[in-house]
């Protein structure tokens, strides 16, 4: 079993910030990349941000120079720093990590939070 549990969401004013969290916890054996998606109110959820084992990241324009992903591999958590929130960015956003577990340790699946709100808005 691998959960991912979200934290950091909230409602926060136009050109405010938040920082997300995503840990990782259960039987894990290694992790490979770790996203951030998120799905506003009528449109499908889109690929925000991710960054692999070695640290290479990639970020949808809509975020780039706003957003940092980073990770601490320690603690099996990946973060989403946001800067300069717009109220487009209004969405559920939600962990996605590619994960192998103890029990089958070369064997890669994806898992996924169950999301965490962030709402900006004056």
């Known amino acids: 079993q691998v959960q991912l549990a979200e934290s950091g969401g909230g409602l926060v004013q136009p050109g405010g910030s938040l920082r997300l969290s995503c840990a990782a916890s259960?039987?894990?054996?290694?992790?490979?990349?770790m996203a951030w998606y998120r799905q506003a109110p009528g449109k499908e959820r889109e690929l925000v941000a991710a960054?692999?084992?070695?640290?290479?990241?990639n970020y949808a324009d809509s975020v780039k120079g706003r957003f940092t992903v980073s990770r601490d591999n320690a603690n099996n958590t990946v973060y989403l720093q946001m800067k300069n929130l717009k109220p487009e960015d209004t969405a559920a956003y939600y962990c996605?990590?590619?994960?192998?577990?103890?029990?089958?340790?070369?064997?890669?699946?994806?898992?996924w939070g169950k999301g965490t709100l962030v709402t900006v808005s004056s």
């Open positions: 996605n990590a590619v994960v192998t577990t103890i029990g089958r340790p070369y064997y890669w699946m994806h898992y």
């Open positions: 259960g039987s894990i054996f290694s992790i490979n990349a």
């Open positions: 960054i692999t084992s070695g640290g290479s990241t």
